[in-house]
């Protein structure tokens, strides 16, 4: 698709392949060398160009003097400072609230369109769901129930308990299983650092991953951009994963990404602590306390083991056999399917937002309706992706109005096999052709 009219174009430059889409120019360091939420978020400034404000649709805000009082926390305001914020806004806050408060800190219309493509009229798919919801969630609540947080805990404990033990026994089997709880732990606490801030959100940095980090290259950028340029998931693994259907892809590249996708879910999270330490060095991130978790852990172990080198062994078991859990299930369950919306596939006409994610995500049969499964392996995901800070506990209650408005706009939705979308992956990472159909669901089934 042709750049829209005034495409942003002075961050363009020739080593680019990819044309910027819908949106109005290919995102500023998008290829950088190493991309992190600072990256991202410096980026996504430049291109939204807005100074010091908060954009809300096309209109700009001072939030400066709500960032304390923000009922969701702090962070989400002030790592937004200076960005469009429209599609965060929408998807975050179910009910009126936000909205009325929000008219307190307009300063003036913006100048420039919005960068994004992404509507949200009062008529279309994602505003109609949002209104059909909210009595639901009116009824039932936001919050985890108690089973979720029961579970959520009691997964964390057993993964203090497997951990000490496998120390202090030297046994790989504990630490094995030790691997699995922290990986279930970790999925699990992805639900709640969606939300407003809760002590929950930082059972994720158990491991090496940071909830503060991923509240942007996660709950900002994925969520909201899902499978397009500005995704950061979908462009923190190229050059060696490249999701996105691009004839110039490499041929051989894309083959061996199939064989080396598998030591990328083992090494992803050893992997992230040794680019936290060069974004700490370059001055791109500050050590947030949380993030040293890990690494008391290691020193637990080191007391408990018989070695300091044991200990060592045994962690970075732990920690590869948790990466490997927690990186295959979202990777190869959720968005990568060649019948799935990626940048480059033919784009829908109507660009709401909620139809744009419907093309963007699927829901696998196997995990639908088993709580546990479906909080430890991304499951209920169109709906999370509709509703990203609505607990987990409380989505399977949004399938009958969801079903309704899928109906109403014609959206014959269905849920996939898991081996479709395991094979999907595979074969979305070798893809080079753009689809030229309409995206959506086809026949109510991926082939
Ligand atoms: C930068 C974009 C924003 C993000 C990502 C965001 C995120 C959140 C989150 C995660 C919650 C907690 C939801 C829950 O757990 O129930 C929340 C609640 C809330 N936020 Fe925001 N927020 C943003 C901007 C704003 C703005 C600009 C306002 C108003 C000026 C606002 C007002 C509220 C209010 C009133 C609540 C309480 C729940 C509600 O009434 O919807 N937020 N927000």
Redesign the pocket.
Same mark, same amino acid.
Request: hydrophobic fraction near 45%; glycine fraction near 12%; proline fraction near 3%.
């Given at each position: 698709m042709a750049p829209r009219e005034g495409e942003v174009t002075q961050e363009s430059t020739d080593s680019q392949r990819l044309n910027a889409g819908a949106f109005r120019g290919y995102p500023a360091l998008r290829d950088t060398p190493l991309k992190s939420s600072h990256t991202w978020l410096a980026g996504k400034r430049i291109d939204d160009n807005i100074g010091n404000y %908060?954009r809300?649709h096309d209109k700009l *805000?001072d $939030?400066s003097e =709500?960032v304390d009082k !923000?009922?969701?926390?702090r962070q %989400? #305001?002030e790592l @937004?400072r200076g960005t469009d914020?429209t599609e965060? =806004?929408e998807s975050? !806050? #179910?009910?009126s +609230? /936000?909205e009325v408060? $929000?008219q307190? *800190?307009f300063i003036k219309n913006a100048d420039n369109p919005r960068n994004s493509p992404y509507t949200f009229h009062e008529d279309g798919f994602y505003k109609t769901l949002k209104r059909k919801a909210l009595p639901v969630l009116k009824e039932v609540g +936001?919050?985890p129930t108690r089973q979720m947080l029961l579970m959520h805990d009691a997964t964390a404990i057993s993964f203090i308990c497997l951990c000490l033990c496998a120390a202090r026994y030297d046994s790989y089997m504990l630490v094995s299983l030790a691997g699995l709880s922290l990986a279930f732990t970790v999925a699990m606490a992805h639900n709640f650092f969606?939300?407003?801030d809760n002590f929950r959100m930082y059972y994720f940095d158990l491991c090496p991953l940071s909830s503060s980090e991923w509240r942007v290259t996660h /709950? #900002?950028s994925h969520h909201l951009f899902t499978n397009s340029i500005y995704d950061w998931e979908i462009s923190a693994l190229e050059p060696f994963v490249f999701f996105l259907p691009d004839p110039a892809k490499n041929k051989y590249v894309a083959y061996l990404t199939i064989f080396w996708s598998h030591i990328f879910y083992y090494m992803a999270f050893l992997i992230e602590i040794l680019k936290r330490i060069v974004c700490i060095c370059m001055g791109h991130m500050k050590i947030r306390p949380e993030n040293l978790l890990p690494f008391i852990e290691l020193l637990l172990m080191c007391y408990l083991s018989s070695t300091p080198t044991t200990a060592f062994k045994l962690w970075c078991t732990m920690q590869s056999i948790a990466s490997f859990i927690f990186v295959y299930a979202p990777l190869t369950g959720t968005h990568h399917h060649p019948d799935i919306w990626h940048h480059g596939d033919a784009t829908r006409t109507d660009q709401d937002w909620g139809l744009c994610q419907l093309d963007t995500v699927r829901d696998r049969v196997e995990v639908t309706g088993n709580l546990f499964l479906v909080c430890t392996t991304f499951g209920d995901h169109t709906l999370h992706h509709m509703f990203p @800070?609505?607990d987990h506990s409380k989505l399977p209650y949004l399938y009958p109005v969801f079903f309704k408005t899928c109906q109403e706009f014609g959206i014959p939705f269905a849920f996939q096999k898991h081996t479709d979308m395991h094979m999907g992956f595979y074969r979305q990472v070798i893809n080079r052709s753009p689809n030229k159909d309409d995206p959506g669901y086809k026949n109510n089934k991926l082939e």
């Open positions: %908060w809300v *805000y $939030l =709500f !923000h009922p969701g926390g %989400w #305001i @937004t914020v965060s =806004f975050s !806050h #179910i009910g +609230t /936000a408060l $929000l307190k *800190y +936001t919050g969606h939300q407003r /709950a #900002i @800070t609505v």
